[in-house]
């Protein structure tokens, strides 16, 4: 079992900016992918962005060039940095690591954005 840890989120004026950050407590298998989600009441969890020990990223076509993933794999520790900020990225937002057995969630940091 692995648990993820998740800092940053919080209230932010259109055009804003912020960070997440997320990392497990426990030692994982260094080969994995690790991604940030968002869902919104009433919705299903939507993939942001995902990047994988390689570095290899994807973003969600909402939040391309305005957010950007990035991670420390010596602390394997992902970041996702969030620029431009709209009101329409109002949502919680979770942390996921998968390491291609099982698929560790974050406990979720609220973003709002306001306009």
């Known amino acids: 079992q692995v648990t993820l840890i998740q800092s940053g989120g919080g209230l932010v004026q259109a055009g804003g900016t912020l960070r997440l950050s997320c990392g497990p407590l426990?030692?994982?298998?260094?080969?994995?992918?690790m991604a940030w989600y968002r869902q919104t009441p009433g919705k299903q969890r939507e993939l942001v962005a995902e990047i994988t020990s390689d570095g290899s990223t994807h973003y969600a076509n909402a939040v391309k060039d305005r957010f950007t993933i990035y991670r420390d794999n010596a602390k394997n520790t992902v970041h996702l940095q969030m620029n431009s900020l709209k009101p329409e990225d109002t949502a919680t937002y979770y942390c996921?690591?998968?390491?291609?057995?099982?698929?560790?969630w974050g406990q979720g940091t609220q973003v709002t954005v306001s306009s």
């Open positions: 996921l690591l998968d390491d291609y057995r099982y698929r560790y």
């Open positions: 426990e030692s994982i298998f260094s080969d994995n992918t």
